[in-house]
């Protein structure tokens, strides 16, 4: 699955596909460029916690279990963003993970990002599609309402909230 829109920042524009072995010099360095604010509200891994077998798991995950997509400015050995979804044994729901860099925020990477996953799990048969989204993160539950997700409240006093699309009935 390859996806190819113009955007300003990048004269090739931006391609969605499936990460890669070889995407892991980009993925380190996607990971030590993000904010602390954007790492906080997106759970993302810390650089410093990340091993070699850490790497070629994020770059080369079983398909059977996961499905991750990169947005990466065509031409170049950069990721803007990565939207993972991490299957239940089932294969019936999956948690989507979605964390754009924060100089790529606001450009409809993002969007771009979730509406290629959401669409590679309706074609894998994917009924259910969920994640936790802090309770303050304002943007991103804006965000995943404009995609058809609903939101419900983990627990009373929970910091997170529950967010879910039902992909087929």
Known sequence: MVVTAPTEAAAGGIV???IRPEDGEAWLAFL???SPATRFKRAARRLEDMTPEGVRAATDPDPRRELALVAAPQGANELCGVARLLLA???LTGEFLLVVADRWQRRGIGGRLLDALLEEAARRGVATVEGAVLGTNRGMLEFVRRR??????LAPKAISVHVVRHLRV
């Open 89 to 91: 044994d089932d294969g």
């Open 16 to 18: 969605i596909r499936p």
């Open 148 to 153: 058809g997700f609903a939101v419900e409240p």
């Open 32 to 34: 030590g460029a993000l």
